[in-house]
T-cell receptor, first 113, second 111 residues
Framework: EAQVTQNPRYLITVTGKKLTVTCSQNMNHEYMSWYRQDPGLGLRQIYYSMNVEVTDKGDVPEGYKVSRKEKRNFPLILESPSPNQTSLYFC????????????FGPGTRLLVL | DAKTTQPPSMDCAEGRAANLPCNHSTISGNEYVYWYRQIHSQGPQYIIHGLKNNETNEMASLIITEDRKSSTLILPHATLRDTAVYYCIALMGFGNEKLTFGTGTRLTIIP
């Protein structure tokens, strides 16, 4: 089954404790992206990647890092999480040139205390 | 990307057709209309898109007016699982790096 998976699905952590949210897709997509969704602010892009070893900032990259060492994986790293990073995070992927039709993962709900 | 306007909420009886409108009066000639939906706290799901002709797939139909200033997403036989927020967005049809959703229409299917 074609899908985007994220882990963990739920995470509670404390300020300053480094964490990684994994994202993996099995559709051989070149493009991958991370979004966060907050009430009243909609979906905002954090980082995206057009292919392996190619990443770029989205609208809200501060406090986040990403890497794209393999085509299928695009982890999101929070080096020193803060409470304002409490949010619902989505990973998405698509074929390059078809970013209008992205496949989204199930989401990771993060609470930073 | 052209701005789109949707009603904040709608109800529809189960089994009936749900017709979700979207206004995009400033859409340019090479912008497509895309529809996504988001079931509560799940990832957004692509539904359908079109440029100027009506489109149909296994999930829905998309009717675009001749002047392209508005469109309607039709779910022909709504079920309770169609309860979701539906987003209409206008995008150039090539390589947009991100999707930006507005507030969408919250569709509630009534048993």
């Amino acid at each position: 089954e074609a899908q985007v998976t994220q882990n963990p699905r739920y995470l509670i952590t404390v300020t300053g404790k480094k964490l990684t949210v994994t994202c993996s897709q099995n559709m051989n997509h070149e493009y991958m992206s991370w979004y966060r969704q907050d009430p009243g602010l909609g979906l905002r892009q954090i980082y995206y990647s057009m292919n392996v070893e190619v990443t770029d900032k989205g609208d809200v990259p501060e406090g986040y890092k990403v890497s794209r060492k393999e085509k299928r994986n695009f982890p999101l790293i929070l080096e020193s999480p803060s409470p304002n990073q409490t949010s619902l995070y989505f990973c998405a992927s698509s074929l390059r040139g078809q970013q209008e039709t992205q496949y989204f993962g199930p989401g990771t709900r993060l609470l930073v205390l | 990307d052209a701005k789109t306007t949707q009603p904040p909420s709608m109800d529809c009886a189960e089994g009936r057709a749900a017709n979700l409108p979207c206004n995009h009066s400033t859409i340019s000639g090479n912008e497509y209309v895309y529809w996504y939906r988001q079931i509560h706290s799940q990832g957004p799901q692509y539904i359908i898109h079109g440029l100027k002709n009506n489109e149909t797939n296994e999930m829905a139909s998309l009717i675009i007016t001749e002047d392209r200033k508005s469109s309607t997403l039709i779910l022909p036989h709504a079920t309770l699982r169609d309860t979701a927020v539906y987003y209409c967005i206008a995008l150039m049809g090539f390589g947009n790096e991100k999707l930006t959703f507005g507030t969408g229409t919250r569709l509630t299917i009534i048993p």
